[in-house]
């Protein structure tokens, strides 16, 4: 999947609750570039049970966010 290179944010948490914050700021982060440009949609990864990325891609269709596991 292609990803924009200028919005990626890479979470790596210890704990649920810092997990779920980060994850929620990466995401309305997301969220408010994705309106500003209207191109792209948003691209939840994750990547192990404690690391995630959040970036703008150009593969999800605008208005939607995608979660994939790697």
Same mark, same amino acid.
Do not use: C, K, W, Y
């Given at each position: 999947?292609?990803?924009?290179? #200028?919005?990626? $944010?890479?979470?790596?948490?210890? =704990?649920?609750?810092?997990?779920?914050?980060?994850?929620?700021?990466? $995401? =309305?982060?997301?969220?408010?570039?994705?309106?500003?440009?209207?191109?792209?949609?948003?691209? $939840?990864?994750?990547?192990?049970?404690?690391? /995630?990325? $959040?970036?703008?891609? =150009? =593969?999800?269709? /605008?208005?939607?966010?995608?979660?994939?596991? #790697?």
């Amino acid at each position: 999947m292609r990803t924009a290179p #200028d919005l990626t $944010v890479a979470i790596t948490a210890t =704990d649920r609750a810092s997990l779920d914050r980060q994850l929620d700021e990466a $995401v =309305d982060a997301a969220i408010t570039r994705a309106i500003r440009e209207g191109r792209q949609g948003i691209l $939840v990864t994750r990547h192990a049970h404690d690391s /995630f990325t $959040v970036a703008l891609s =150009d =593969d999800v269709p /605008f208005g939607q966010t995608l979660e994939h596991q #790697d």
